[in-house]
Each structure stands twice: as C-alpha cells, then as structure tokens.
C-alpha cells in the first residue's frame, strides 16, 4: 500500500517537473516542509521482568500510527543541509506470543524530535534526491495502563526516553521557482523500558526495540 501510494505521487510530481523551471538550492536558503507520515514500527520485544525476575519470553508489539509533521532546513551550501524533525504520535502496546492474553498493556504519546545532517546530490536539477544522517531524541508522555487486565485503580506505567540514530533518504521534486513535492523515508532507532507498578502482577518491567520506519509524503516551500 506504502509503495503504491509512493509511486502514485512519484509519476504525479515528475510529470509537473518535466514542465517546472530548474530551481537551484544556494547557501541560507530555507526549505520547510508539511508531510503526512506514517510510523510503522519495527520493533523487537526483548525480555519481561516480573518482581525484578526475567521470565525468559517476549512481550509486545507497537501499533502504527498516521499523523502531520514538520520539518525545516537550512541549506549550509547549495549540498549541505541541516534538518530538524518535528511532530508527534500515538500508540498502543500491545502484548504477543507468550502474554497475548493480556491485550493492550500500554496508550502512549511520542515526541521525537530528530536533527540530520543531508546530502543534496542535484542542487540544480528539478528532481534532488537527498541522504541524510544524523540523532534522535524520543520522549514518552501521557503514558497509561491499558487493557482490561493491567488496567486497575492505581496501576501506572513510564517509559524511559530514548537517545538514537536516525538515517533518512528522500527526494525534492520541484513544481515551481519556490514549491516542490517531497517524499522521505526514515529509519529510527528507538530503544525503551516500561516500567509498571501497581498492577495484577506487581512491579514489571518490558524492554523493547521499537525501531520505526517513517514514510512521509507532502508538499515544501523554499524561503
């Protein structure tokens, strides 16, 4: 579905560069963008500790989620470019394999402002693929029990915040002098420990892997 809807826009956005002037990226430019993105995590469960003992299996899995974000460049040379990411999400934990009985265990809100450092390979072109590199940070917040099992009076949950490596790659394809369609995807790594207290079983804990691909489709505007 990702890959349809990508390449929907890709032949969409090179008809409308086939006919836009070239529109070179010079040092100081501005380049803000509004995407619709969708983050699908990757993720891989790692152990569950019940009373500080580890049960020996897996615990969860992150649903995904749709959602707006920003992101703002500013153009270092007519190549290099610094981005910041902004946006958030929401998700569900939900518990699999061994502790699927359990259902959602977890409603929470993500806040992961990241900062790549990219490669502009086209200034010139009407069509300019980008790679970049660089950190994020990812802050839980809002965080609740869910489910009818954990979800009791006085049961709690906080995630830890998480400290990562982002890589991107995308594409700018010009519609005019100043507007551009854009497509990017991310790879995050998103490491984490839910830590429970008040539960039916106690004090828990789950780490997990979350490692989300980001796709994101939408529209920029040089300034």
């Keep these: 579905m990702k890959k349809s809807v990508f390449a929907a826009v890709m032949m969409t956005a090179m008809g409308l560069a086939a006919a836009a002037p070239a529109m070179a990226y010079e040092a100081g430019d501005w380049l803000v963008r509004g995407r619709v993105i969708n983050v699908n995590p990757n993720d891989d469960?790692?152990?569950l500790y019940i009373g500080g003992v580890s049960t020996g299996s897996e615990g969860v899995k992150v649903d995904d989620d749709t959602v707006p974000e920003l992101d703002i460049t500013?153009?270092?040379?007519?190549?290099w470019g610094v981005e910041l990411i902004l946006g958030y999400s929401e998700h569900t934990v939900k518990a699999h394999k061994t502790w699927s009985a359990l259902g959602d265990v977890?409603?929470?809100k993500v806040l992961p402002p990241t900062l790549t450092l990219q490669y502009h390979f086209l200034p010139d072109s009407t069509i300019r693929p980008y790679v970049g590199v660089g950190v994020n940070y990812t802050y839980f917040f809002d965080e609740e029990v869910a489910g009818s099992v954990l979800?009791?009076?006085?049961?709690?949950v906080k995630l830890d915040s998480s400290w990562g490596l982002a890589a991107q790659a995308g594409v700018d394809i010009a519609?005019?002098?100043d507007w551009f369609v854009n497509m990017d995807v991310k790879y995050i790594d998103i490491d984490t420990e839910a830590h429970f207290s008040g539960t039916p079983v106690g004090s828990a804990k789950i780490t997990a892997d979350i490692d989300p691909f980001v796709w994101g489709i939408g529209i920029g505007r040089r300034f």
């Design 74 to 79: 500013y153009m270092l040379s007519r190549n």
């Design 175 to 177: 519609i005019n002098q």
């Design 45 to 47: 469960s790692g152990n």
């Design 151 to 156: 979800d009791i009076p006085g049961a709690k």
């Design 106 to 108: 977890i409603d929470s």
